[in-house]
């Protein structure tokens, strides 16, 4: 099979609004979409504490081949996000440290994987964001090509090239383009309510008051 790229256009976020969001965790962007919009729980970043903010570049590939994945990192912007749709395989590692240190000398933000790294010491060394499923010993083949900057589902969530990433310890939302501008809005404006739920609950206030839980009910007998 072919290497292939879609040719793709979208608008490049500014970096004070990059900035504005690396203060937003995952969760509370989440809550904005309809708790929609986030990768599944198995996708998380081999750090703990790390912050991960930025547009993606997608790659599909076939299960364990890491051949398009070596091709995109050639191709990514500074500040980007490689995002991989790898079949959710996990007994195949399609990431390691060789590859770590090319994304970090093209300046790649972070890699989010839908399968397997390895090498898992040596990426947490260098601290590079990386979330993926698992990690394996077992090495990838290249070969069969794949396609960059296509439409994926990487964790079960789809991911567009210019989308934005939001990652965290929960693990990864992701803001579709088009609604980067008022889920900022509306996420700043659900930070705002919780700390004014924290401070009323310091206050005396329980939750189920604050949020309109209903009465308890008495069974008898």
């Not at 749709?85 to 890699?111: F, K, L, P, S």
């Not at 964790?155 to 939302?173: E, N, Q, S, T, W």
Request: hydrophobic fraction near 45%; charge should be negative.
């Amino acid at each position: 099979m072919p290497l292939q790229r879609h040719a793709v256009e979208f608008e490049t976020l500014s970096p004070e609004t990059l900035d504005a969001w690396r203060g937003i965790p995952p969760a509370i962007v989440s809550d904005c979409m309809n708790r929609t919009h986030f990768m599944a729980a198995a996708i998380k970043p081999l750090n703990p504490g790390t912050i991960l903010v930025g547009q993606a570049r997608t790659v599909t590939g076939m299960v364990g081949d890491n051949g398009i994945s070596h091709a995109a990192i050639a191709l990514i912007e500074r500040g980007e996000i490689l995002v991989i749709d790898a079949g959710g395989y996990e007994d195949v590692a399609i990431w390691g440290a060789i590859m770590t240190r090319a994304a970090m000398a093209r300046g790649i933000a972070g890699v989010v994987i839908d399968g397997a790294n390895r090498d898992a010491a040596e990426i947490r060394e260098l601290e590079f964001p990386c979330y993926s499923r698992a990690q394996v010993p077992s090495g990838p083949h290249k070969g069969f090509g794949g396609i960059i900057d296509g439409p994926i589902s990487c964790g079960g969530c789809p991911v567009r090239p210019g989308d934005l990433i939001v990652g965290d310890d929960d693990g990864i939302a992701v803001v579709p383009l088009e609604w980067v501008d008022k889920m900022l809005t509306a996420s700043l404006e659900k930070l705002r309510q919780e700390e004014d739920i924290i401070k009323q609950i310091a206050e005396g206030k329980t939750t189920a008051e604050l949020l309109g839980v209903g009465e308890v009910e008495v069974i008898e007998g």
